[in-house]
């Protein structure tokens, strides 16, 4: 199947750390994403991990793949108001060219 | 850089009608993809444009089209709206060419809404 499943809400307090997570069901995927989508705008590239990865760290941002599984976590350290937004996950499989396949996002909220 | 443009940000139009979405992709990125975003399906893939070929559709009906031009702009369209096709459409932009090229950057999107 294509599912990718994400959790849908997420709260966390202004300082803490976010961990948001997804799995996927295609093993033949080649390239993870996470995007950040604020009110009324289009998606943001976050970060990205190829299929042979098991981590990937980006300032304030750590992504862990397990293939085993199927899952994918992005963790935000220091969260801030300012990370509050949805979240996707996305697979790009072998063979799809650019087409992503999306969860259905996680809304992070950060409150003081 | 400038970033992926999106044209009109928001349209309203009337059931049985048709509508054209432009797409301008971050200058030397050669593809263009379109994906339509509502609350109850989500984000899903329209279709793919590389050098001015469709390399790969969605599940969408025929009414759903598109184009690329030489300069990598893309249009799509869609033929008479049906009050589900309200949305916001979302373009992406890569550099294409190979499965090696990862990055896709979207635009803001435009807001159809179909009465």
């Known amino acids: 199947g294509e599912d990718v499943e994400q959790s849908l809400f997420l709260s966390v307090r202004e300082g803490d750390s976010s961990v948001i997570n997804c799995t996927y069901t295609?093993?033949?995927?080649?390239?993870l994403y996470w995007y950040k989508q604020e009110p009324g705008a289009g998606l943001q590239l976050l970060t990205y991990?190829?299929?042979?990865?098991d981590m990937k760290q980006d300032q304030r941002l750590t992504v862990l793949l397990n293939k085993k599984d199927k899952h994918l976590s992005l963790r935000i350290a220091d969260t801030q108001t300012g990370d509050s937004a949805i979240y996707f996950c996305?697979?790009?499989?072998?063979?799809?060219?650019?087409?992503?396949?999306f969860g259905a996002g996680t809304r992070l909220a950060v409150h003081p | 850089k400038a970033g992926v443009t999106q044209t009109p940000r928001y349209l309203i139009k009337t059931r049985g009608q048709q509508v054209t979405l432009s797409c301008s992709p971050i200058?030397?990125?050669?593809?263009v993809s379109w994906y339509q975003q509502t609350p109850g399906q989500g984000l899903q893939f329209l279709f793919e444009?590389?050098?001015?070929?469709?390399?790969n559709k969605g599940n969408f009906p025929g009414r759903f089209s598109g184009r690329q031009f030489s300069n990598s702009r893309s249009e799509m369209n869609v033929s008479t709206l049906e009050l589900g096709d309200s949305a916001l459409y979302l373009c992406?932009?890569?550099?294409?060419?190979?499965?090696?090229?990862?990055?896709?950057?979207f635009g803001p999107g435009t807001r159809l809404t179909v009465t």
């Open positions: 992406a932009s890569s550099l294409g060419g190979s499965e090696s090229s990862y990055e896709q950057y």
């Open positions: 295609d093993s033949s995927s080649t390239y």
């Open positions: 991990i190829f299929s042979n990865m």
């Open positions: 996305a697979e790009r499989k072998k063979g799809g060219y650019n087409k992503l396949i």
């Open positions: 200058s030397g990125h050669r593809s």
């Open positions: 444009y590389f050098s001015e070929t469709q390399r």
